[in-house]
């Protein structure tokens, strides 16, 4: 496993994410979910799995990942320029794209609007509405004044701090990221705590709970969008993903040229707790679509 860093010029500024390179063959990139918690290695477990016959990549977002994160509006519009430089500069057109949460949401607008950078796409537990409109059914106009609010120097931390600590972490993904309470380990929330404590960690990661981050305004923006995109699309995601979270992957998955498998484990992140299902799932769409040239399939044991 090969660690490094991509170095993005952004509007004068240069912003460095985290990436990891494992196995040899198609490329396939990584691209994990928009969280307080979330870096690429959510997708290790996956990764692990398909560098047997795919060269894998998995990139951080920036303002997210565990590296210091500098402070900038984040918004949809720098997302997308983000994206437009990975499939432009960093990873030019890979056999497919495996995209997590509202990294999904933000591949499927740019398919929709430049056309697919790769032979297939491939979304997990796809979602386009943060965490706060989601469970308010809509955005509020207190949405942007909390986001913003995180921003100043000494108010902005304490704020942040408030809410996003171990209890809450702890509560939060018991509740709707992991299946099984025994799962988050403490070392494994050890880890998440340290996503959150990385400096300059609230401007996005506030942004995103509050809606700020969302690539699309409603689900009939993202619905044209999937219909538009003209190459195989899977969609796979849990059985019991939240109630409304799961309203939104259901709606994908009744588009006519979606592909649809669903777990019977986990729950948002189910690709990280049950990576084997995840992985069983992106083998058979990448080999019934064409990766089966480029794919050695390896012999039973025994």
Known sequence: MSEHKVAWSFRGSEVVVAAERLGRGPTVLLLPALSSISTKDELRPLQELLSGRFETLAIDWPGFGVLDRPFIQWSPAIYREFVDFLLDQVVVRPWAIIAAGHAAGYVVDHAAKKGAASHLLILLSPTWRGPLPTMMGGDRPIFEKLA?????????????????????????????????????????????????????????????????????????????????IDVPLLNVFSLHAPRKSRLEMEAIASQPNVTTVRVPDGKLSFYEEHPEAAAGAVLDFLVQNGAAAAVTTPEPAG
């Open 148 to 228: 913003n609010a995180v921003d100043p120097p000494v108010v902005g931390p304490v704020v942040y701090r408030l809410n996003v600590n171990r209890w809450v972490v702890g509560m939060m993904s018991r509740g709707h990221v992991y299946s099984d309470p025994r799962w988050l380990t403490p070392s494994r929330l050890h880890d998440k705590l340290r996503v959150t404590g990385a400096r300059g960690a609230r401007h996005a990661s506030v942004r995103f709970v509050a809606g700020q981050l969302d690539p699309f305004r409603s689900r009939t923006e993202l619905l044209q969008a999937v219909a538009a």
